[in-house]
Every structure is written in C-alpha cells, then in structure tokens.
C-alpha cells in the first residue's frame, strides 16, 4: 500500500480552477508537487492530494474570480512549508486563525489564485 501523500485539499470534492492559456506549466508544478508535495496526474494540467484532484480550467483572455475565497491546503508541516515558500522568493502573508494556535499562509498560484495553507492537525 503506498505511502499517502503529505498534503490535503480542504473541500468536498475535486476542485476546477480558472488559469490562463498563458500559464507556464512548469511554474504550476514547482509549486504543487515542488512546494506543495502533490502528484502531477498524467497528460492534463492537474495535481493528486491525499483527499482530491485539483484541475485547472485553461481559459483565453483575462481570468475573472467570482469569489477571492483561497483554496485551502493542509500540509504536514508548515515551518518547514514556509521555508520553501522564502527560499524561492514567493511573497505570502501569515495569518493568525482565531483559535490558539492556528495559522495560515496565504499566497497567490502561477495561475493567480489564492492558496491558503494550514498545517494537519492530528487529534489524538
């Protein structure tokens, strides 16, 4: 049984993402299987957590967001997440959650979107 991997996507069900024709894709991947620790899924532009699937929607012309609500990633450790994130230069905020304890990074994909990521918290 193989290993799960070590990064989760915080939702329901697969999730579809605008990015624009013009994206490099191998910026996607230096962030979601460099930094992130995702599988890159085979011959399409898309990415495997433990949990779902991310895709990206390529689309012409300029990308409208209905909503600047992040997709939220959990990894197992985000110190060492954040270490990453400073050693390739990617400007992001850290945020405080409301609970003691809890905090987020929040920074912008190659495509444009919004990525906030959190650290697993195991309940034991």
Avoid at 8 to 25: F, G, K, M, N, T
Avoid at 44 to 50: I, K, N, P, S, V
Wanted: include cysteine; proline fraction near 8%.
């Amino acid at each position: 049984m193989p290993e799960p991997l070590p990064v989760r996507l915080i939702a329901v069900e697969d999730v579809r993402l605008p990015a624009p024709a013009s994206v490099d894709p191998a910026a996607l991947d230096a962030f979601y299987v460099g930094l992130l620790e995702c599988h890159r899924i085979a011959n399409e532009l898309a990415y495997q957590a433990e949990n779902f699937a991310l895709r990206f929607d390529l689309r012409d012309g300029p990308i409208v967001h209905e909503s600047l609500r992040p997709l939220g990633v959990e990894v197992l450790s985000l110190a060492e997440t954040e270490k990453k994130i400073i050693a390739v230069e990617l400007e992001y905020t850290r945020q405080r959650g409301l609970t003691p304890g809890s905090e987020t990074l929040l920074l912008l994909d190659p495509a444009g979107n919004w990525v906030e990521i959190g650290e697993i918290r195991v309940i034991a």
